[in-house]
């Protein structure tokens, strides 16, 4: 982020307000930021500062005027039809990732003579960033472990990593305005938390429910020579989604078999897959978030 400082004549319009403040006697400020806490970066480049003011004194009609002190320059700011809610339209500079301002009230309100009395109230400080990295949704809210997922945003990179509640999930860079990744071996019947991870931080996508899945295999078992290869089919209950679905394979001994990745076709309820004998023994291929293990024996 960049660094803005206000310029010095600046500091001092807004010393003089804090001072108009105390001498107010303790009333409390009255000015509301309703600006969101990040702005999104759009191709105008630009942004509605937004604050409601609820006088604490009675205003002289026709006296109150907002002001926005943004990036050092000095704006009247917009009533709006809604009472008590102003606004700025603030043009950003190319390459600008974050917008300060603070706002002031002027008006003028009767003392116990009947005289017009000026005076002032002012806001905090504010940095506001602008982000060009958001999620507008994921493609569904829910499925089986292994379906794959769409992630539409903007600002995605190849460094971007998906996790299900801390769970790392197959993430695909599609461009920086998509992504997809692979329902991961978690618990089926529960809600997730699906948050986007990068060097720079994390970004909440939304909620995804996985939703129990029922994998079978055939044959059940699986006895072979080393270098012997046989089909083992996989069918899962329903289609599967656009995208593909993935069976996600281990096996508990290594080497003990060769065989490729296994993904059911869009729209397919099954896939076969060679596998083929490697290193003689004995062991399991067990499928991710399904409890479906398949005993494998390689005689040499």
Do not use: W
């Amino acid at each position: 982020m960049q660094n803005i400082r206000l310029p010095h004549a600046s500091r001092i319009l807004q010393a003089a307000a804090a001072l108009g403040l105390l001498l107010l006697a303790g009333c409390a400020s009255t000015l509301t930021n309703l600006t969101p806490n990040a702005l999104t970066a759009n191709p105008s480049q630009l942004y509605t500062i937004t604050y409601r003011y609820a006088p604490h004194d009675d205003v002289v009609p026709g006296s109150l005027k907002l002001r926005i002190i943004i990036e050092g320059g000095g704006h009247e700011m917009t009533p709006t039809a809604v009472e008590g809610i102003y606004t700025y339209d603030y043009a950003a500079a190319p390459g600008q990732t974050v917008v300060s301002y603070y706002v002031l009230a002027d008006y003028l309100s009767r003392n116990r003579s009947g005289a017009n009395v000026a005076l002032e109230d002012y806001s905090p400080l504010q940095h506001t960033p602008i982000s060009d990295r958001y999620v507008l949704e994921l493609e569904a809210n829910r499925g089986p472990v292994g379906a794959a997922v769409g992630v539409l945003g903007r600002g995605f990179t190849p460094e971007d990593a998906i996790f299900l509640d801390g769970t790392p999930a197959r993430t695909v860079y599609g461009s920086p305005n998509a992504l997809s990744f692979f329902v991961p071996g978690v618990k089926g019947d529960r809600n997730y938390s699906v948050q986007i991870t990068n060097r720079k931080g994390t970004t909440v996508a939304g909620t995804f429910r996985v939703d129990p899945s029922t994998i079978t295999a055939s044959p059940p078992a699986l006895t072979l020579r080393r270098g012997e290869t046989q089909v083992l089919a996989f069918t899962v209950p329903t289609p599967a989604s656009a995208g593909n679905q993935l069976i996600d394979v281990t096996c508990d001994s290594q080497d003990l078999v060769i065989m490729p990745e296994v993904f059911v076709p869009a729209g397919a309820t099954s896939i076969s897959v060679e596998v083929r004998g490697g290193a003689p023994g004995s062991g399991t291929l067990a499928v991710a978030g399904t409890g479906l293990s398949i005993p494998v024996t390689v005689t040499p």
